[in-house]
T-cell receptor, first 111, second 116 residues
Framework: SQQGEEDPQALSIQEGENATMNCSYKTSINNLQWYRQNSGRGLVHLILIRSNEREKHSGRLRVTLDTSKKSSSLLITASRAADTASYFCATDADSNYQLIWGAGTKLIIKP | DTGVSQDPRHKITKRGQNVTFRCDPISEHNRLYWYRQTLGQGPEFLTYFQNEAQLEKSRLLSDRFSAERPKGSFSTLEIQRTEQGDSAMYLC??????????????FGPGTRLTVT
């Protein structure tokens, strides 16, 4: 079963534009994480935001968390061709911090 | 390379055969996870270990699946009597768990299983 749902399922933008992806989840969480998956390169951790945090930055990434709406957004600024990948949100809701994943947003950056 | 490694990278087997995959985590990590991922979906949790103890196994996981982590180092995932529905990418990840902070998970490249 999947807890998170990313929106949109696919996003295609021009290089240099900003990309925003959203994630909604169903139950209360401890933390929410975003990962990136390139074809052939595996999953890479991007950022973790705790349930008591509202916003976090890492380089060109900005993540927000709204626990009242059970949603999070990932903003990638000044997109590059190398950002082309699938982006997943994963939440952990129990005392074991087991991650539950969404189906991902496929991001394509057009040169 | 000190990342997570998985072997083999690809496995083609006939229905009904048994297969075994291996995962070598990052050496200082105490947690090891197995996931399954099908095309267009996110990873689906299968099971995880803390050191050598298997702490949780997905309720969706068939009894044909078994995993071990002897001595708390590498892990193996065995699928018995494979079915075509087992075709997927099997991902291994490791992390260092300390107290309440879950730690980021580092993923291996995966083993792609095709059951014919």
């Amino acid at each position: 079963s999947q807890q998170g749902e990313e929106d949109p399922q696919a996003l295609s933008i021009q290089e240099g534009e900003n990309a925003t992806m959203n994630c909604s989840y169903k139950t209360s969480i401890n933390n929410l994480q975003w990962y990136r998956q390139n074809s052939g390169r595996g999953l890479v951790h991007l950022i973790l935001i705790r349930s008591n945090e509202r916003e976090k930055h890492s380089g060109r990434l900005r993540v927000t968390l709204d626990t009242s709406k059970k949603s999070s957004s990932l903003l990638i600024t000044a997109s590059r061709a190398a950002d082309t990948a699938s982006y997943f949100c994963a939440t952990d809701a129990d005392s074991n911090y087991q991650l539950i994943w969404g189906a991902g947003t496929k991001l394509i950056i057009k040169p | 390379d000190t990342g997570v490694s998985q072997d083999p990278r690809h496995k083609i087997t006939k229905r009904g055969q048994n297969v075994t995959f291996r995962c070598d985590p990052i050496s200082e990590h105490n947690r090891l996870y197995w996931y399954r991922q099908t095309l267009g979906q996110g990873p689906e949790f299968l099971t995880y270990f803390q050191n050598e103890a298997q702490l949780e196994k997905s309720r969706l996981l068939s009894d044909r699946f078994s995993a071990e982590r002897p001595k708390g180092s590498f892990s193996t995932l065995e699928i018995q009597r494979t079915e075509q529905g087992d075709s997927a990418m099997y991902l291994c990840a490791s992390s260092f768990y300390h107290g309440r902070i879950p730690g980021e998970q580092y993923f291996g490249p995966g083993t792609r299983l095709t059951v014919t």
